[in-house]
């Protein structure tokens, strides 16, 4: 006999999909959580008709370097100072093949160089200190050496002899000659900077839009889903495991070396394509990008937001960042270590989570309620 079911255990297509992207392992898996986040979403598409998207633009491309040390630190456990080397890679990357290939194909064509140029540098990287039998906080000093190292190097990168092709690497001046971003090949291509569309919005009028800013947003929200369904799949359930014990889940028969060298190439990577992104919007990338305070505000920005959440990670790295251009100065380096600090004292596992705790916890239950609320998994992850 015929049934009007929807297949799969009698789950909707709708459910199905939203079930790829919920688990014990990140905060949120409500209609409460998935409502605000279209909220959100769609907050962010409407804040360039009231607020500066140029400098926003900024936040949304260091969120992926945030969430790129959020998938390595908070769910691998591997505390990495060195994401700026892969962002710096990226960067530069970009830089020299997008100045010797101009063109949109060509700039087309650095944009992916960078992101697998930053792959490649955590894959060299993370082989010799994962496979060479380095851990725990030894990982950690080598990537805070090789950033040392990396901006040491480049930056006396100034005389001729430092010129790939038509690109000089230009030392403490750093590159100033990156074409605007243009993706696409001939004519079917589009500029992403300096190329406000006009379009007209009730109540606004006539607006220009800044496109390079909905790539990042698109880019940002992309990755997040991506990563929320990475995290709460079988492979994240084994990631988070590593960070647990690694002795008990190379027991269990998992290789251990080769999940953390994989999610440290996806970290490389991620934070390739925010260094990529950070070059496209400057036009201009220096070695700057490898200096140690550069260095500490991604560990900052997961460790206030909280480091097993890659919702926190977003939010503390905007918030964050934010703050610090407005304050600027000598005060917003004093308000970083106050609030550091403050989040290991007294709110060691992020202010996110806290947050989504204190949440649940003064929820008033169902009037229809027969029993306790049935606890959520995500707390026990993210607590």
């Known amino acids: 006999m015929a049934t009007d079911a929807p297949p799969d255990g009698g789950q909707s297509l709708a459910a199905r999909v939203r079930a790829r992207f919920e688990g014990p392992n990140t905060i949120g898996n409500s209609n409460g959580f998935w409502v605000g986040f279209l909220v959100a979403v769609a907050a962010l598409v409407a804040f360039p008709l009231v607020g500066n998207a140029e400098q ?15 998938v390595v630190w908070g769910y691998t456990g591997v505390l990495s100072f060195g994401q700026v080397v892969f962002f710096g890679l990226g960067g530069y990357t970009f830089a020299v093949v ?20 930053g792959g490649i540098g955590a894959a060299v990287l993370g082989y010799f200190m994962f496979y060479g039998g380095v851990r725990d906080v030894y990982v950690t000093i080598i990537t805070l050496v090789a950033t040392m190292v990396l901006h040491t190097f480049m930056a006396q990168t100034a005389g001729s002899e430092w010129t790939i092709g038509e690109a000089a690497l230009g030392g403490f001046n750093g590159m100033p000659d990156i074409p605007l971003l243009k993706l696409g090949v ?15 919005v009730p109540g606004f009028g006539t607006v220009e839009l800044d496109p390079f800013y ?18 709460n799949s079988d492979y994240g359930r084994a ?31 991620l934070a390739g394509l925010s260094g990529v992104l950070y070059a496209a919007r400057n036009v201009f990338i220096d070695p700057t990008v490898f200096t140690l305070l550069f260095a500490t505000l991604p560990v900052i920005w997961v460790s206030v ?13 905007i918030a ?60 026990a992850s993210e607590s």
């Open 56 to 70: 926003f633009s900024l936040f949304l491309v260091l969120s992926l370097l945030g969430l790129s040390l959020s």
């Open 98 to 117: 997008s100045i010797n290939v101009s063109t949109p194909g060509g700039i087309t064509a650095a944009v992916l160089a960078g992101v697998v140029g």
């Open 186 to 200: 001939g004519a079917a291509s589009f500029q992403f900077m300096y190329n406000a569309i006009p379009v007209w």
């Open 214 to 231: 909905y790539l990042a947003l698109v880019l940002l929200v992309g990755t997040y889903l991506g990563l929320r369904a990475l995290v």
């Open 239 to 269: 990631m988070v495991a590593v960070r647990e014990d690694e002795d008990r889940t190379r027991m269990f028969g998992y290789n251990v070396k080769r999940i953390k060298l994989v999610v440290f190439i996806l970290g490389g990577a």
């Open 305 to 317: 937001g909280g480091r097993k959440s890659l919702l926190g990670a977003i939010i503390a790295t």
């Open 320 to 379: 964050i960042e934010y703050i610090r251009v407005t304050l600027g100065g000598e005060l917003a380096l004093v308000m970083l270590g106050a609030l550091l600090l403050g989040t290991i004292l007294f709110l060691p596992n992020g202010i996110v989570p806290w947050v989504h705790k204190q949440i649940r916890q003064n929820r008033p239950a169902p009037a229809d309620a027969e029993g306790p609320e049935t606890p959520d998994p995500t707390e």
